[in-house]
């Protein structure tokens, strides 16, 4: 036992040194000078092939003027951060003396990545030169060392992860567009790697290589060439953020979609999930601060849970939303289409498990006294608005039918004989209506009231009468807000 507790603890040691000696490389990595003209190579995106399915890239914010000029870069140049970050040097430098040796990777090498830009992408599933399928990976970094340094590195590394056994360099893998790609083992993996210029490039595929090499030397169309991904950054702001990430949806249910269970196919379809062409992320440093953008690309009829193409979200609501929010969202989603698209996927996937389900809801339709999605359901609009403000937080929810919701809402209270009181009261010309739970010590009170063809649901009736209130004297709203203008 005692040496099973030795392993762990010495485990332990090294995986605390790595988190941190990790997290301080980041740290080292950020504070790096802007990079030279000669250093800046082409992004991924220009020599990746224009059939790539995902791809990933991270950059080091710190070498971009936005982020020198955001709040955080101006604090991050504060005397006392910068003795902080001192101290957090000689931190690092001393971890790097106790645990560097054990360390699966050299720190200088996750510095030398992380200083500048990593990527990765996939470009499908390849036909190998022997006729087999192999994966179309892709990894690459801006380097700033010298090519065989970084070599050196690698070789270094699976030499100790593969115990000797492995590393080694088979020498050159073949020669193409003037670059000579080489190989690393990795029984039973062989990593093709590459410089082109001051970009190391790896991947599992020598067809993968040979197209990236192509279009690094100006043949043949790229990823940044492809019409959807075009179309998809320039909704994101670009991709020259610290993140970046897109993925071709259609591409990838078309060569790994036969593989699902037919119960994940079914969900897709019904909930409309199979329209959209490609997901676009990205987070960079703007207008002092950072923005984070997400963006689904679905041209087209569009059908489940996604809202017919033109039908946006009425901006208008965001008249309602204080100036001080802290965080808001404003989003169509029809409930009920939502519902029935779901239940049509099981009841075609898995017809037991539907029947069972379907038996389930149907009791508690009974006990309740009203249908989920006949009444509840259908009821509601496909509108929602959101926001979290000081002394504020609302929920807002289009209404078809307020009558029929009602109607479900004291079905429930009275379903809950005799532990749910529902309580009214008039404010200015409105009807809040709260619900207190009798014997529980409950710390708020559910509420809600109508305005303008929505329910409006608080924690307390007084949130809804501070939001009643503001409507009526017409306050300035999130509209005049200088940094939600900026975004």
């Excluded at 590393?167 to 193409?176: C, D, I, L, T």
Aim: aromatic fraction near 8%.
């Amino acid at each position: 036992m005692r040496g099973y507790e030795a392993v762990a603890a010495r485990r332990s040691v090294r995986l605390y040194a790595a988190s941190v000696v990790g997290v301080l490389c980041f740290l080292a990595a950020a504070a790096a000078q802007p990079l030279s003209p000669e250093a800046l190579d082409r992004p991924l995106e220009q020599i990746l092939p224009e059939r790539t399915l995902l791809y990933v890239s991270i950059r080091n914010p710190s070498r971009q003027e936005s982020f020198r000029e955001s709040a955080l870069g101006k604090i991050a140049r504060d005397p006392e951060m910068k003795a902080f970050l001192d101290d957090v040097k000689r931190e690092y430098s001393r971890l790097l003396h106790l645990h560097g040796p054990d360390l699966p990777v050299a720190p200088e090498l996750i510095e030398e990545f992380l200083s500048t830009e990593v990527s990765v992408a996939f470009t499908g599933m390849q036909m190998s030169a022997q006729g087999m399928p192999e994966p179309g990976l892709v990894g690459s970094a801006v380097i700033q060392r010298p090519p065989a340094e970084v070599e050196g590195m690698l070789q270094a590394i699976l030499r100790k992860l593969t115990g000797g056994g492995g590393g080694a360099a088979a020498g050159p893998a073949f020669e193409h567009r003037g670059t000579t790609v080489k190989a690393l083992m990795v029984p039973p993996v062989r990593l093709l790697y590459a410089f082109a210029g001051r970009r190391l490039l790896v991947s599992t595929s020598e067809t993968t290589m040979r197209d990236v090499l192509d279009r690094a030397a100006g043949e043949g169309r790229s990823l940044a060439d492809e019409a959807t991904f075009k179309k998809v950054m320039a909704r994101l702001g670009g991709s020259g953020g610290m993140l970046c990430l897109y993925a071709d949806t259609k591409g990838l249910l078309e060569q790994f979609g036969p593989a699902m269970p037919p119960v994940a196919g079914n969900v897709l379809r019904e909930l409309g999930l199979h329209e959209v062409r490609a997901v676009g992320m990205a987070s960079r440093f703007t207008d002092g601060g950072i923005r984070d953008s997400l963006y689904l690309y679905a041209p087209g009829e569009r059908g489940g849970i996604l809202p017919p193409a033109g039908k946006e979200a009425d901006l208008s609501l965001l008249g309602w939303v204080p100036e001080d929010a802290q965080m808001m969202s404003l989003f169509r989603l029809d409930a009920e289409r939502t519902y029935a698209a779901f239940m049509q996927a099981i009841s075609q996937g898995d017809p037991s498990a539907f029947d069972e389900m379907a038996a389930d809801i149907a009791e508690v339709e009974e006990r309740l006294g009203f249908r989920l999605r006949q009444d509840l359901l259908a009821s509601l609009g496909d509108q929602y608005l959101f926001f979290q403000a000081p002394h504020e937080t609302v929920l807002a929810v289009e209404v078809k039918d307020p009558a029929k919701l009602e109607e479900c809402i004291a079905s429930l209270v009275e379903a809950a004989e005799g532990n749910v009181v529902l309580k009214r009261m008039d404010y200015d010309g409105a009807s809040i209506r709260c619900v207190r739970v009798t014997g529980a010590p409950v710390p708020f009170s559910p509420s809600y009231t109508f305005h303008k063809g929505f329910v409006v649901i608080g924690l307390y009736p007084q949130t809804l009468k501070g939001f009643l209130s503001r409507m009526k004297r017409a306050e300035s709203s999130i509209l005049d807000n200088e940094d939600f203008k900026r975004v």
